[in-house]
């Protein structure tokens, strides 16, 4: 157990609708980021926020966005569903904003699986 | 842009076998590698890293080299175990927090 929880554990919709996705960092690490892993492209990393401000932008579509809360959980908001937008979406979190020198490690939940019908 | 390509799988080895997954680079500056490991149903651990040129992660009896003259991370073990069945990743990190992953490489090990 990597101490990163995520919910909901699947999640079913249609089209063109609109659903929030949350996760809560393990205790003491500032910073979340978020994943998308689909069949045909891989883990894709979306974004990081660092003690409540975005800090790091990957390939996240304008459809998407994300926050962070005062008490560090974060949410991942995707609207105007399609079908493609079907994946597995992981959130790491790390204590602090440098995860990517390797200096300290990114710790992964379990994933959200999205289903658009 | 920096990328990461690794070995296409799926991999199926016998208990006991040597391990050998390939992982290759791209980047424009001096990246951070890692290896994660994903077991059935769970998120992403990491496995192994190393920050710098010659720098040797090493981790469960896994081990990757820092090649900065063939652009390369392999992943190795000397001894795969039944409970090493898994999907392997290979990333780098530009040191800006941006994460490239590699396509995963899938691993079974039989009895």
Redesign the interface.
Known sequence: DSGVTQTPKHLITATGQRVTLRCSPRSGDLSVYWYQQSLDQGLQFLIQYYNGEERAKGNILERFSAQQFPDLHSELNLSSLELGDSALYFCASSPTAFSGSGTDTQYFGPGTRLTVL | GDSVTQMEGPVTLSEEAFLTINCTYTATGYP?L?W?VQYP??????LL???KADDKGSNKGFEATYRKETTSFHLEKGSVQVSDSAVY?CAL????????????TSLTVIP
């Open positions: 951070s890692f994660y149903g769970e998120g992403l651990q990491l890293k190393a920050t990743f990190s530009d040191r800006g927090n941006q994460f490239y992953f590699g396509t995963g």
